[in-house]
């Protein structure tokens, strides 16, 4: 299974209501993260999970939830992590 298809299973957890992910590893081709198999996304999540959370608790929510894809699989995430409540 790829790494997004990875992402999205384990993300559904916090039930998005939207999910984005972008593979952005081919533009950091060379990069020490990408010689050892970690690659680069970019995600985007609107959850009500989110909602009451600051951005630093998001952002750690969506940490823990990918859990060992962090050290493995992932070696640099950008993250637009939102409440459904603005």
């Given at each position: 299974m790829s790494t997004p298809e990875?992402?999205?299973e384990k993300l559904?957890?916090?039930q998005p209501v939207?999910?984005?992910i972008v593979d952005e590893s081919a533009l950091h081709a060379g990069h020490?993260?990408?010689?050892g198999g970690?690659?680069?996304y970019r995600l985007s999540i609107v959850s009500e999970k989110f909602n009451g959370l600051n951005t630093l608790a998001r952002h750690r929510l969506v940490y823990q939830?990918?859990?060992d894809l962090m050290?493995?699989?992932i070696h640099a995430l950008t993250l637009d992590a939102r409440?459904?409540?603005a």
């Open positions: 990875l992402m999205r559904a957890l916090l939207k999910l984005e020490a993260g990408a010689r970690g690659g680069h939830v990918l859990g050290n493995e699989r409440g459904t409540v």
